[in-house]
């Protein structure tokens, strides 16, 4: 499903991914772990599509297709969604408004007609409720004074809305307390479907516990140096990055 | 048909697009002959049967006119304009100086209809009374009948002038007087119409009242002058909007707008105004040059101005409040948004002479393209005054780097128990908001239209629910092509 080679990106003029090279069968769900600064965000960046992220070598595929041709607007209509480490507030826009807005411009993209409000609402309303997440928090502007562990929780809700084919989970574990990594967890879990992938941006193995990843990889200075099964995660809370780094410098 | 050629042609479908009112209605006009002189005011007077008063009111306030200089403390800058190559009246032949709905040429009926505001009562926005207002006259008020049994006037103010005299007569130039300033004694010299309303004391206006206007001359000006007076203990709610054609000249509207408020009563005043604002390299638009000012004559009275303002080359207005009475409130909300080469000065002035009155302004200027927006406030404590309140926050959001944004507040406090608080932010919408809308599916420019709509909700929340929605669709449309 997703094809990554051989590939290098560029921000600000600085090369931060050096030759990474990874493959996600459609179905599977892996896990990408490493060092702080070693270009995972920027990875899931360039997975979605943001503007400054350029590819200065290498290739993306997304089921056959040149992911790097499309726009954002356009691989989030095609089923790509990242749930962001650092999630965005916009003032004076309604969650709500901001979820009708998002679905009905992707079914649009499709050629599909627009979900009317009260249909939005009671899809909101359900998903909502399996993550815990409150009505007046759906009423308040986007992100605007959340908490951290809310503004994850909201990400795994438009994950839940908008049922992509590939999802990048990008540290949606950090800030969360354990009874939110469980919702999270089983909100990920509920997608898991052979026609869906799904990357999982994590440092800590505890969230491996409760979604168990396919394949890990661990990224260090823009490359990946190592990849294992899932007991690769308890081996790195064991020993660190330290003697992985070592090897790949 | 070539690429290029196809280009073309999209191009300019798209350029139509932008500015959806820009078409002409063909109809035969009447003008006065080009230029100002004593006898233009005279045909203009003749034209609309005007009682001597009248006429004597006009003279005086040309004499004075022509001594009188255009002023350039503003942050705007145009060619100087030639007061006397332009036309002072025009209207569609054979207006009769009354007519009902059913007599109206079809064509206007069909321009406003293209406007989206029907002029037949049973097609009519629920809940909405309409005057239409066409170059220089009035073309049709809807609900008169219905407004009439609740005792209000609603009507074009040259059939009060003739049918309301002692009215027309106590109220008019009481609040912006005739020398008030350049425009405004232009205007009090050759206004042609505008709307009257009165509502009787202790009436709640039984529905919205709106004023909508329209230029479709070329070479003229368009002088409106609105005068509505809410008696004791009423409650009127009026909306005006305004749209022009495309062209390539510089059209000036200078309007003048009183509102008195006496005891008790209160006047929500809300404006979406879309006159033409040119193209994207700054030729032709609208010069708008207005003079807005209510006046809380009475205790305990409040007026509330809300402005969306989008359209308009040069857009000049402050629309104040004079806080005359005790306990008085008054309320200016604004949204202003420049494009391209658009120059917004806009602001307010909050005068507060009665004691314990309270004012509040809410500013949100937004800027993109190479366009200058610029708030400009007054708020005045006279000695008189104890216990004055105010709160002012302006909110400025720049879109791309060319465009320019100022605040100019004027604080004035002579009175040691005022309390003035004001507020000032600049921002920018973040790359990271685009992005995050843009990854959920949203494209460029829907996702500026919701960002910029969150950073006006204060302001579009005032508006009247039936206006809201267009509103928000027009701040949108505005911004067009100003990302990217
Ligand atoms: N605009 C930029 N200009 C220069 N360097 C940048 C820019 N943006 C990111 N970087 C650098 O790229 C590197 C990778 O950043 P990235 O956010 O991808 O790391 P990460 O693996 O997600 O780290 P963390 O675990 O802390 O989230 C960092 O060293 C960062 O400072
Ligand atoms: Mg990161």
């Known amino acids: 499903m997703l094809e990554i080679k051989d590939l290098h990106v560029a921000v600000g003029g600085k090369e931060i991914l050096k030759g990474l090279t990874l493959a996600i069968a459609a179905g599977q769900v892996h896990a990408i772990m490493g060092p702080n600064g070693s270009g995972k965000s920027t990875l899931s960046y360039v997975l979605a599509g943001r503007a400054g992220y350029e590819i200065t070598q290498g290739s993306i595929r997304y089921n056959g297709e040149d992911l790097n041709a499309l726009a954002p607007e356009e691989r989030a209509a095609k089923g790509v969604f990242l749930a962001m480490q650092y999630p965005v507030e916009i003032p004076g826009v309604t969650t709500l408004n901001f979820l009708k807005t998002a679905l009905n411009a992707q079914r649009r993209a499709r050629g599909e007609s627009d979900l009317d409000a009260m249909s939005v609402l009671k899809l909101v309303r359900k998903k909502a409720a399996a993550l815990k997440i409150s009505e007046d928090m759906l009423k308040r502007a986007l992100n605007v004074g959340f908490s951290g562990g809310e503004k994850k929780r909201l990400e795994i809700l438009q994950m839940a809305m908008f049922v992509p084919k590939l999802a990048i989970l990008d540290e949606t574990d950090s800030g969360l307390d354990i009874d939110a990594l469980k919702l999270v967890a089983e909100g990920v879990n509920a997608l898991r479907a052979p026609d869906r992938a799904m990357v999982v941006i994590t440092h800590y193995q505890r969230l491996l516990n409760f979604i168990v990843p396919d394949r890990i990889h661990v990224l260090a200075h823009g490359k990946i140096v190592a990849e294992g099964g899932k007991e690769l995660a308890h081996e790195l809370e064991a020993k660190g990055y330290e003697h992985l780094v070592g090897k790949a410098a | ?484």
């Open chain 2, 1 to 484: 048909m070539s690429s290029a050629a196809r280009e073309t042609k999209k191009q300019v479908a798209e350029i139509g697009e932008k500015y959806k009112y820009g078409f002409v209605t063909d109809i035969e006009m009447e003008r006065a002959p080009r230029g100002l002189t004593q006898d233009t005011v005279r045909y203009i007077s003749a034209k609309k049967g005007e009682p001597q008063w009248m006429l004597d009111w006009r003279l005086g306030a040309f004499e004075r006119w022509q001594q009188m200089k255009e002023p350039n403390w503003a942050r705007v800058h145009y060619q100087k304009i030639d007061y006397q190559n332009a036309y002072y009246y025009a209207a569609p032949k054979n207006t009769p100086l009354k007519q009902s709905l059913d007599e109206v040429d079809p064509k206007l009926l069909e321009t406003y209809k293209k406007l989206g505001i029907p002029l037949h009562e049973q097609m009519a926005l629920a809940g909405v009374a309409v005057d239409a207002v066409f170059d220089s006259v009035s073309v049709a008020t809807t609900f008169k009948a219905k407004l009439n049994e609740a005792g209000v006037i609603f009507c074009p103010i040259s059939e009060a002038i003739r049918d309301h005299s002692d009215l027309v007569k106590k109220y008019l130039g009481t609040v912006v007087p005739v020398t008030d300033n350049f425009f405004a004694t232009l205007n009090s010299a050759v206004f042609s119409d505008g709307t009257f309303v009165y509502v009787p004391k202790g009436v709640r206006c039984p529905m919205e009242l709106s004023t909508y206007f329209r230029i479709n001359a070329s070479e003229t000006g368009q002088f409106e002058r609105t005068l509505i007076i809410a008696d004791v203990g009423s409650y009127v709610s009026y909306l005006e909007g305004c749209t022009a054609p495309k062209r390539d000249e510089n059209q000036l509207h200078a309007a003048v707008v009183e509102l008195v408020a006496l005891e008790g009563a209160e006047i929500k005043y809300s404006t979406v105004q879309n006159w033409y604002p040119g193209d994207e390299n700054g030729l032709g638009g609208i010069y708008n040059f207005v003079t807005k000012r209510g006046d809380c004559r009475g205790d305990r009275s409040k007026i509330s101005w809300t402005q969306v303002e989008t359209g308009s080359a040069i857009t000049w207005k402050y629309p104040s409040c004079i806080l005359r009475g005790d306990d008085t409130v008054g309320e200016f909300y604004s949204i202003a948004i420049a494009n391209n080469f658009q120059q917004a000065d806009t602001g307010t002035k909050m005068i507060h002479l009665g004691k314990n009155t309270r004012s509040r302004i809410i500013s949100k200027g937004i800027s993109a393209g190479k366009a200058n927006n610029t708030y400009r406030g007054l708020v005045s404590v006279h000695p008189k005054a104890a216990n004055a309140r105010n709160y002012t926050q302006c909110d400025s959001l720049l879109i791309g780097g060319k465009c320019g944004a100022h605040t100019v507040p004027y604080i004035e406090a002579r009175n040691p128990t005022a309390k003035i608080e004001h507020e000032a932010t600049t921002s920018k919408i973040a790359e990271d908001q685009l992005f995050y809308c843009l990854q959920r599916g949203i494209p460029q420019e829907e996702a500026v239209a919701l960002i910029v709509n969150g950073f006006c909700k204060e302001v579009l929340q005032q508006l009247p629910m039936e206006f809201a929605v267009e509103a928000q669709k027009l701040v949108g449309i505005s911004l067009e092509g100003s990302v990217g």
